[in-house]
């Protein structure tokens, strides 16, 4: 008669057997207790879904280890059987190279071996350890769809109704706490108003964004050109995630696009009556009279769901300056995918500020687009990703900084607020704070320039160097230019903090030189969301096998020998000569530290 195990007893219960030297500390029989091959209870099921929960919800991955990784498959096969398939991929999804086939073959190879002495015990053991509490209520809910007869709880013979979600999957990091209390006070008052480190996060790269579009006559020289500070930014994750604070970052250019807008009312009223006027004269009373000229339509956040001809009109009319603001990327990339000029040509020119000539057939009109200089502010889910940019051969992937994230949190409150404010008057009010800088700085005779100190130069082109080497080797030519450009966004996005300042010590000096704080926070901010970007670009069609020895190199545990780094090759169905040739290149850029048949990831190698 095996012994069923009891989680709540096993807490306060010294483990008793002994480990291989060949498998992982927590892979060990547990006494008195064996597995059960695919035949569990509601109980077992029950505790598990919970502790499964709780690894989601605090976005936890306890599958870093290959070895780890492996004796969770034996755990889950020895307990559930078949219908432990869907829990291993829910543990796996959190790894950065997680993959659903590789996860599949893992875990038939799990189904078919047996006598390795791995129990449930393993998987329990490996969440505590990540901090994860395994204190269970007992509920009677059970993971697995429909009923169970005794005579189906066979291994391979559960059937379950519960699939893997085929939408992407982030296993991104959140943007270091400390980061937080070093940005400017508008910035840190305003993330304050959010309890969620991905709602702060999500709504600190809107208001980046929105803000590096809205500092007119500032500047910086960037590999011997005038920069601006306008960025590309994109918040993505399935539906329903959370993508939604986004959505208060806008009111930082509300004002100004209000303003904007009233003007041109007002200018179109007196264009009207100036045109009424006009035609209420003869012919020869008109000698000598100019026909009144239609003014521009102006506005601050161009619209991205009208034509692609509309949309050309109107950064035209507004000097070729304006933010993008789409929470549904979809409608760009519909106007993207219109047949009319070279408009993702303008997008990625505009990243630049570089000037293009663009002419419509249809009206013989010839534009050109002079100097322009574009933010734009996006979010959607993945698919709506690879619709917009399905390949990164056109070079618009590389100009976005991307946010791309899955929430696991539990459903929350609606009617409790996290601070006891009007939010939408807040954040009002922080748009005319904006509103007041973006005047100031308009009125300015010329241009400020904006620089690092030649300290901080060294350090950026080193930290920037380390950074280009390691992901062409790990990724591959094809992420280079997000590699490249990310120099240019962090410059950006310290010439973004360093002008808020103003608002602080309105020190309007000439040059603005960059503060050590802003420095570092523009570097934070950037490296988090370099992988971020990373998990984008692996997440692109038909990219399955690019980042193959990124998958590699992050699948090996931080200490390993020869035999388990080809262990882990062979997982990932990677040759020994390729493997041992990546190890090479690992070693020769730092990434591994060597001695005998020991090799030992340095601490800042991940």
Do not use: C
């Given at each position: 008669m095996k012994k069923k195990f009891e989680i709540n007893q096993w807490l306060h219960t010294e483990p008793t057997a002994e480990s291989s030297s060949n498998s992982s500390p927590v892979s060990r029989e547990v006494a008195g207790f064996t597995g059960r091959r695919g035949i569990s209870d509601n109980d077992s099921l029950n505790d598990v879904e919970t502790i499964i929960q709780r690894l989601e919800s605090a976005h936890t991955d306890i599958t870093a280890?290959?070895?780890?990784?492996?004796?969770?498959?034996?755990?889950?096969?020895?307990?559930?059987?078949?219908?432990?398939?869907?829990?291993?991929?829910?543990?796996?999804?959190?790894?950065?190279?997680?993959?659903?086939?590789?996860c599949d073959k893992q875990y038939d190879n799990c189904l078919k071996s047996s006598g390795h002495g791995v129990t449930i015990k393993s998987f329990f053991h490996l969440a505590q350890q990540a901090g994860i509490s395994l204190i269970t209520t007992g509920s009677n809910s059970s993971p697995v769809s429909g009923e169970v007869s005794g005579s189906d709880k066979r291994r391979g013979n559960i059937e379950t109704k519960s699939e893997i979600d085929s939408e992407t999957i982030f296993n991104t990091p959140k943007i270091p706490t400390e980061v937080y209390s070093q940005l400017p006070e508008i910035l840190r008052d305003s993330c304050e108003m959010f309890a969620d480190a991905i709602e702060k996060d999500v709504f600190l790269i809107g208001a980046?964004?929105?803000?590096?579009?809205s500092l007119p006559n500032i500047e910086g020289i960037y590999f011997d050109e005038p920069h601006s500070a306008h960025l590309y930014s994109f918040v993505t994750?399935?539906?329903?995630?959370?993508?939604g604070k986004l959505k208060w970052a806008k009111f930082f250019g509300l004002r100004i696009h209000k303003t904007m807008v009233e003007q041109s009312i007002r200018e179109k009223e007196a264009y009207e009556q100036e045109m009424e006027n006009y035609n209420n004269l003869n012919k020869n009373q008109r000698q000598g009279i100019e026909r009144p000229r239609e003014p521009k339509r102006k506005m601050f956040y161009i619209p991205a769901n009208s034509s692609a001809s509309a949309f050309?009109?109107?950064?035209?009319?507004?000097?070729?300056?304006?933010?993008?603001?789409?929470?549904?990327?979809?409608?760009?990339?519909?106007?993207?995918?219109?047949?009319?000029?070279?408009?993702?040509?303008?997008?990625?020119?505009?990243?630049?500020?570089?000037?293009?000539?663009?002419?419509?057939?249809?009206?013989?009109?010839?534009?050109?687009?002079?100097?322009?200089?574009?933010?734009?502010?996006?979010?959607g889910t993945p698919k709506q990703v690879h619709n917009m940019m399905p390949d990164v051969e056109n070079g618009l992937f590389s100009r976005f900084l991307y946010y791309a994230f899955e929430d696991y949190s539990d459903f929350k409150n609606p009617f409790v607020s996290h601070r006891k404010l009007n939010y939408t008057e807040f954040f009002e009010a922080k748009g005319e704070q904006t509103y007041e800088l973006y005047q100031t700085l308009i009125?300015?005779?010329?241009?400020?320039?904006?620089?690092?100190?030649?300290?901080?130069?060294?350090?950026?082109?080193?930290?920037?160097?380390?950074?280009?080497?390691?992901?062409?080797?790990?990724?591959?030519?094809?992420?280079?230019?997000?590699?490249?450009?990310?120099?240019?966004?962090?410059?950006?996005?310290?010439m973004v903090l360093r002008t808020l300042r103003i608002l602080e010590d309105g020190d309007y000096s000439n040059p603005l030189i960059c503060s050590e704080t802003d420095f570092q926070t523009a570097i934070q901010i950037a490296f988090t969301l370099e992988k971020h970007a990373i998990a984008v670009f692996q997440n692109l069609p038909n990219n399955d096998l690019k980042g193959v020895k990124l998958k590699f190199y992050n699948?090996?545990?931080?200490?390993?020998?020869?035999?388990?780094?080809?262990?882990?090759a062979q997982d990932l169905d990677i040759k020994e000569k390729t493997a041992e040739k990546y190890i090479g290149q690992f070693k020769d850029n730092g990434l591994l530290e060597h001695e005998h048949n020991n090799y030992t990831k340095p601490p800042n190698g991940k």
């Open positions: 280890s290959y070895s780890d990784w492996r004796d969770i498959g034996f755990a889950f096969a020895d307990e559930f059987g078949e219908a432990g398939r869907d829990y291993f991929h829910r543990v796996s999804r959190y790894y950065p190279g997680y993959s659903q086939s590789n980046i964004a929105v803000i590096s579009g994750a399935p539906a329903g995630s959370g993508k050309i009109q109107a950064l035209s009319d507004n000097d070729f300056k304006g933010i993008i603001f789409e929470t549904e990327a979809d409608t760009l990339a519909g106007t993207l995918k219109q047949d009319w000029g070279n408009f993702s040509d303008v997008l990625r020119k505009a990243f630049h500020h570089e000037s293009t000539n663009m002419f419509r057939r249809k009206d013989n009109e010839h534009i050109e687009v002079e100097d322009p200089h574009l933010a734009i502010v996006l979010s009125d300015q005779p010329s241009p400020m320039e904006f620089r690092f100190t030649a300290e901080q130069g060294e350090i950026f082109t080193q930290q920037f160097n380390t950074l280009y080497k390691r992901n062409r080797m790990l990724l591959g030519n094809d992420f280079n230019a997000n590699s490249r450009r990310l120099g240019l966004i962090t410059f950006r996005i310290a699948a090996l545990p931080d200490n390993f020998n020869r035999q388990g780094y080809l262990s882990v």
